[in-house]
């Protein structure tokens, strides 16, 4: 089976844009989870998605948004750029009845 | 919002030695998970504990899920050059989905020669 898949793996970005993210999960899986890591907050917990609805979301503020489509797969935008969004951005999948997540490779995202 | 202390933050150890690391919560969690991220890279599922007290083990590695539902431990035996990297518990609430995972802020193993 494949794994799960991000794109693109590296991105660069200037302050007061908007970014697209793109997660492609395991084959059969349903959930969708987003998480940001950085140096000092460490891995947080954006959001996680089941059947094309936002099921759970974490403490971030709404210029990170996200979706998924109904083949599974999910993006994530993030609007207004900020400095302190620069960060690897992980998306993980799930099968229907676990907690066990499944990371991909992640996306890097810089803003300058 | 519930935080799960990670333990150490860093280890150097020589290659051959047994590891310990763990994570303590003050909340409880019903699900334990323990992930392994190489530099660049997604972290990478090692092991999950579903069952208070439960024991598994995954080659080398030996992870418990503590009686209390609020710690978890992670052993490895026997090191060797690539087991360098960072480690990284989470805690989930349910079994039933895939609802957020609280993470640790990791373990770094460093391996010296």
């Known amino acids: 089976k494949a794994g799960v898949t991000q794109t693109p793996r590296y991105l660069i970005k200037t302050r007061g844009q908007q970014v697209t993210l793109s997660c492609s999960p395991i084959?059969?899986?349903?959930?969708v989870s987003w998480y940001q890591q950085t140096p000092g907050q460490g891995l947080q917990f954006l959001f996680e998605?089941?059947?094309?609805?936002?099921?759970n979301k974490g403490n971030f503020p709404g210029r990170f948004s996200g979706r998924q489509f109904s083949n599974s797969r999910s993006e994530m935008n993030v609007s207004t750029l900020e400095l302190g969004d620069s960060a690897l951005y992980l998306c993980?999948?799930?099968?229907?009845?676990?907690?066990?997540?499944?990371f991909g490779p992640g996306t890097r995202l810089t803003v300058l | 919002g519930q935080q799960l202390n990670q333990s150490p933050q860093s280890m150097f150890i020589q290659e051959g030695e047994d590891v310990s690391m763990n994570c303590t919560s003050s909340?409880?969690?019903?699900?334990w998970l323990w992930y392994k991220q190489d530099p660049g890279e997604g972290p990478v599922l090692l092991i999950a504990?579903?069952?208070?007290?439960e024991l598994t083990s995954n080659g080398r590695l030996t992870a418990q899920f503590g009686i209390t539902r609020k710690d978890s431990f992670l052993n490895i035996s026997a090191s060797i050059p690539s087991d360098v990297g960072i480690y990284f518990c989470?805690?989930?609430?349910?079994?039933?989905?895939?609802?957020?995972?609280?993470f640790g802020k990791g373990t770094h193993l460093i391996i010296q020669p």
């Open positions: 993980a999948s799930s099968p229907l009845s676990s907690s066990e997540q499944f």
């Open positions: 084959s059969g899986h349903r959930s």
């Open positions: 998605y089941f059947s094309e609805t936002q099921r």
């Open positions: 909340s409880i969690f019903n699900t």
């Open positions: 504990l579903y069952k208070a007290g």
């Open positions: 989470a805690g989930g609430d349910s079994g039933g989905g895939a609802d957020g995972l609280t």
